[in-house]
């Protein structure tokens, strides 16, 4: 009983810190508490928000309910309400937009510009955020100025926490005006790197530093073995082969050619060799969705989880077409709540302590 007072205390100051953050004037009106992406993807799907037309804020504003006279019972309803939409899908199958999968893709990487003199820019780009150990680093650099010297610009990599040299290399000119590309190698001890990048403007150094992730090779993709139904759930198996014995936690994309249906994910413990993570689609998310032809899974990314408190969480990515299938007969899928007792008690709770404001 102490532990179950304990959780719902906290989930109430929780929800009402929460709460009065979603109804200042500080937020945008776009949740980011989705159970998937990184701290960057949230960040992406913010700044995704923020860019919505002025029409669909106000449009949103007039549609929204007036608080009551009291703030508190207003907030605490509030959230129960997004707590009981949110319960009735299980965490492992939760539903996607197109802009929110957009949004949470695992491994992009997203250009900084960094402004000069005279309307200048500086910016690099990378194909990705997470490269596997081995592969080249593609830099292109592009770079405008009233006083831009030199035809090669110099990138070095360097360790993010002890700051040593791990690789440099020249950026030569490309045929196209003020851009430089070239490759450095991430052959190096995985983790966090800085790679910087620095040209002459107006006859002083000028650095540009990015930010990047080595990772180990954690094995191979196999594919997808035959999808089935199994009581309300499509169920894909998706084949991986660990070089190395842990825990894994599997996420990927549902989609129906260019229609996101769901965020998929599974944690399971795999030996070294062979192995199989069990991604499930719930009735809940496919249902009532008018599928044709063929579906996809898209955007495949692996976590390898520390052996103990401390250690870094290893990643990899499927391939990136993903995989497409050919969808059973999903007749007999319900579009029916999942069953959590635990989160239908607490938005049971929620509501009691609305009703006493």
Do not use: C
């Not at 100051?13 to 993807?41: C, I, M, R, Y």
């Not at 995704?48 to 106000?58: G, I």
């Not at 081995?134 to 831009?148: M, N, T, W, Y």
């Not at 040299?165 to 430089?180: M, N, R, V």
Request: aromatic share 8%.
């Amino acid at each position: 009983m102490p532990y179950k007072a304990l959780m719902a205390t906290a989930v109430v100051v929780a929800s009402v810190s929460g709460t009065a953050w979603l109804l200042s004037a500080e937020n945008d009106g776009k949740f980011s508490w989705l159970p998937f992406g990184s701290h960057q993807d949230h960040q992406e799907a913010n700044a995704m928000a923020r860019d919505r037309t002025p029409q669909a804020n106000e449009a949103k504003a007039s549609n929204a309910p007036a608080p009551s006279d009291n703030a508190l019972g207003f907030m605490l309803a509030s959230v129960a309400d997004d707590y009981q939409r949110s319960a009735r899908y299980p965490d492992y199958s939760v539903p996607l937009s197109t802009a929110q999968a957009e949004a949470y893709q695992g491994n992009r990487y997203h250009p900084v510009e960094l402004p000069l003199e005279d309307d200048g820019r500086f910016i690099v780009t990378l194909d990705k955020f997470r490269f596997t150990r081995g592969e080249p680093i593609l830099v292109v650099a592009s770079l405008s100025g009233r006083q831009v010297f030199g035809d090669t610009l110099s990138a070095t990599l360097e360790s993010a926490t002890k700051r040593d040299k791990a690789d440099s290399a020249d950026l030569p000119a490309t045929e196209d005006s003020g851009y430089y590309q070239g490759t450095i190698t991430s052959d190096h001890e995985p983790g966090e790197y800085r790679l910087i990048v620095e040209a002459r403007v107006d006859g002083k150094p000028v650095r540009h530093v990015s930010s990047l992730s080595i990772e180990p090779d954690l094995g191979d993709f196999g594919g997808i073995d035959s999808p089935y139904v199994s009581g309300n759930d499509l169920v894909i198996p998706v084949r991986f082969d660990p070089d190395h014995a842990g825990y894994y936690a599997l996420s990927a994309q549902l989609y129906n050619g260019q229609r996101a249906l769901a965020q998929l994910s599974t944690e399971e413990s795999l030996g070294s060799g062979s192995g199989t993570l069990v991604l499930k689609a719930h009735g809940s998310v496919l249902a009532n969705q008018d599928i044709e032809g063929q579906l996809q899974l898209r955007n495949l990314q692996l976590r390898q989880m520390p052996d103990r408190p401390g250690n870094r969480t290893h990643y990899a990515f499927g391939p990136d077409e993903g995989y497409e299938f050919s969808p059973p007969d999903l007749g007999n899928l319900r579009d029916t709540p999942a069953v959590n007792t635990e989160s239908e008690q607490r938005a049971a709770l929620l509501r009691q302590l609305a009703d006493k404001f």
